[in-house]
């Protein structure tokens, strides 16, 4: 059974054969947090990306701001056993929509919104218009060095990124989500309220080809999956 004092993040690994649980982590906490993406590598290792305020229990513990800053946490599936912890930190709100592994360049890419000065080491990402929702990635080595935090997208309003998904034909990956104002670089313009937007990203997180859809009120692209065949499915809202 699970102890938490407060809301608390956790991930649980069930055998596929009998259901039956094998591990979950953590089994206990008082940390005010929450897990929003998972993901595999292939290589029996789990990577879990959420957010947390003030402090992660752990050992050493990831210390973070009254706020709320974001982890991202690697555990080995055969033991249940963290193997390393690390914080991407900024000045204001930021969260994770999704995390994909990038197996040709052996890379976790943990892709979010920010609103507000971002930074992950010496690396600093500041936004386009501050308060306004822009997509961010940020990449992480499987020893858990940070390797890049890049704007993927910045409108002069929102966008925000709500899900992605590897790509299996050729390197890169494509992501769903919805904004408002005019998304910057193809100068896409909505048409009023939130619209659905999706996109092909390439393996150095440089945005593609953006379309948009929308009317008159809100829209937006909820989920967005690739099929072994190839073939791009959105499940969208509007």
């Known amino acids: 059974s699970h102890k938490f004092a407060k809301s608390n993040y956790f ?23 929450e897990a929003n993406a998972v993901t595999g590598d292939g290589n029996g290792n789990v990577y879990i990306a959420g957010r947390f305020n003030d402090s992660l ?9 009254s706020n709320g800053d974001l982890f991202l946490m690697k555990i080995q599936i055969s033991t249940g056993n963290k193997l390393w912890a690390k914080k991407i930190t900024g000045l204001g709100t930021e969260s994770v929509s999704s995390i994909i592994y990038d197996r040709a360049n052996n890379q ?13 080491g010496s690396t600093k990402l500041a936004p386009f218009v501050k308060g306004n929702k822009a997509v961010f990635a ?17 409108s002069t309003s929102d966008i925000e990124l709500l899900d992605a998904d590897i790509r299996t034909s050729s390197a890169g990956y494509v992501v769903s989500g919805r904004f408002k104002g005019v998304i910057q670089g193809p100068l896409l ?8 937007f999706m996109a092909t990203v390439s393996a150095n997180d440089t945005k593609g080809i953006v379309k948009g859809y929308g009317g008159n009120s809100n829209d937006e692209g909820n989920e967005i999956e690739i099929t072994a065949t190839g073939i791009t499915y959105v499940h969208a809202t509007y």
Do not use: H, Q
Request: glycine share 10%.
């Open 57 to 65: 229990e752990l050992s050493p513990a990831l210390i973070g701001a």
């Open 189 to 196: 313009v909505s048409k009023g309220g939130y619209d659905i």
């Open 138 to 154: 940020a990449r992480f080595d499987s020893n858990g060095t940070a390797f890049t935090l890049k704007a993927v997208f910045e």
């Open 108 to 120: 976790a890419v943990v892709l979010g919104n920010y609103e507000d000065t971002m930074y992950l």
């Open 11 to 33: 991930v649980s690994c069930f055998s596929t054969g009998s259901a039956s649980l094998r591990w979950s982590f953590p089994e206990n906490g008082t940390t005010n947090s």
